[in-house]
T-cell receptor, first 114, second 113 residues
Framework: DAGITQSPRYKITETGRQVTLMCHQT?????MFWYRQDLGHGLRLIYY???????DKGEVPDGYVVSRSKTENFPLTLESATRSQTSVYFC?????????????FGPGTRLLVL | QQQVKQSPQSLIVQKGGISIINCAYE??????FPWYQQFPGKGPALLIA?????SEKKEGRFTISFNKSAKQFSLHIMDSQPGDSATYFC????????????FGAGTRLAVHP
């Protein structure tokens, strides 16, 4: 199906484990984003990517790593998960990176770190 | 530092009533103000957006009102329906180059039949 997909949809892990969240889009959008959603904080940008092999930090990047070897994929890795990283993670994409571009969000991944 | 402040955190409205959600921003360089709608278990989706050269934008039952001098903007949902029950996020960004969206904390709207 066309669009933006995330996997897994739900994940339970333990403190200290490495976790990778996957994001795939079929539109060939240049820009991709990772957000975390926490009650009272709205959506906070973790990392974004302007194109393959170009990534940059957002508002809350500590403890996360991203890569973008292909335009359509933008995985997010928690190198050593902590309880504070329990959250709902959303991937998004936009055709261009201008401030007025619509961002299209995936369905989210609910992550619980025990 | 919260650059976009959104209120209320939650809102209950009767069917047919008007839902009003308010946002205030600090950075006068912001020039694009979208609202995203999120249903439970789904990702946010763009609902409506406004630029500061107009004071109001209407799309169906949804209207954005913008007050540049007060640095405030609001979403009005007329004739609210149970299907409008969702979380609403306001956001702001600057045009030119890549400028990230700054989101408000969100408002959970419940429309009771």
């Amino acid at each position: 199906d066309a669009g933006i997909t995330q996997s897994p949809r739900y994940k339970i892990t333990e403190t200290g484990r490495q976790v990778t969240l996957m994001c795939h889009q079929t539109w060939s959008h240049s820009y991709m984003f990772w957000y975390r959603q926490d009650l009272g904080h709205g959506l906070r940008l973790i990392y974004y990517s302007a194109a393959a092999d170009i990534t940059d930090k957002g508002e809350v990047p500590d403890g996360y790593v991203v890569s973008r070897s292909k335009t359509e994929n933008f995985p997010l890795t928690l190198e050593s998960a902590t309880r504070s990283q329990t959250s709902v993670y959303f991937c998004a994409s936009s055709e261009l990176g201008g401030g007025r571009e619509t961002q299209y969000f995936g369905p989210g991944t609910r992550l619980l770190v025990l | 530092q919260q650059q976009v402040k959104q209120s209320p955190q939650s809102l209950i409205v009767q069917k047919g009533g008007i839902s009003i959600i308010n946002c205030a921003y600090e950075n006068t360089a912001f020039d694009y103000f979208p609202w995203y709608q999120q249903f439970p278990g789904k990702g946010p989706a763009l609902l409506i957006a406004i630029r500061p050269d107009v004071s109001e934008k209407k799309e169906g039952r949804f209207t954005i009102s913008f007050n540049k001098s007060a640095k405030q903007f609001s979403l009005h949902i007329m004739d609210s329906q149970p299907g409008d029950s969702a979380t609403y996020f306001c956001a702001a960004s600057k045009s030119g180059g890549y400028n990230k969206l700054i989101f408000g904390a969100g408002t959970r709207l419940a429309v009771h039949p």
